[in-house]
């Protein structure tokens, strides 16, 4: 079964990922200043992974501004949700991340029944962690070498967590 998605923000809708999202989502995820933490991505890795019920577009106007996905740890002495979000860098800057991540908190608290989400930003992506923690998103720990780039390097992540009374 399908789940339900998430309802519309103060500023943005989130909509159920479709095939023709795929173009938009390419060209977001390809741009330089998105792809120096989404690195990796082609037609064949966006169609796998940033398609499907867990996978929305983010609308501004009727226009695709970005993406929102979550997966769900469904063990119950463990039950979470993360979220991941990516926006063209022109949609950065007018609060729509933080909007877009408010709408799938809810959702994630409300309908899916989730007690806590976690978030995990590159530890030096500044912009990120202060717009997760604008959210109500809180800093649990620093993740060593958690993420491997592009170049093979490895890079620290922020693991940020959320509970429902946290949610601003």
């Known amino acids: ?6 309802n519309a923000g103060q500023m943005v809708v989130l909509r159920p990922t479709a095939a023709a999202h795929v173009p938009r989502f390419l060209e977001i995820v ?6 120096k933490w989404w690195g990796g991505y082609d037609l064949d890795r966006v169609r796998r992974e940033l398609l499907g019920p867990q996978s929305f577009a983010v ?7 970005g993406l929102i996905i979550y997966y769900e740890e469904d063990d119950p002495d463990y039950r979470h949700a993360g979220i991941d979000l990516a926006l063209h860098p022109d949609a950065h800057g007018q609060g729509l991340g933080a909007d877009a991540l408010r709408t799938m908190a809810r959702h994630l608290f409300d309908v899916r029944g989730h007690h806590r989400i976690v978030i995990d930003p590159a530890a030096h992506n500044e912009r990120a962690i202060r717009s997760y923690s ?13 993420e491997r780039r592009l170049d093979g ?16």
């Open 1 to 6: 079964m399908t789940p339900p998605a998430p």
């Open 30 to 35: 390809s741009d330089a200043e998105v792809a």
């Open 59 to 65: 609308e501004l106007h009727g226009e695709v501004v």
């Open 134 to 146: 604008r959210v109500g998103f809180r800093p649990v720990g620093i993740m060593r070498s958690y």
């Open 153 to 168: 390097s490895w890079h620290d992540g922020l693991l940020m967590d959320l509970l429902p009374d946290d949610l601003v």
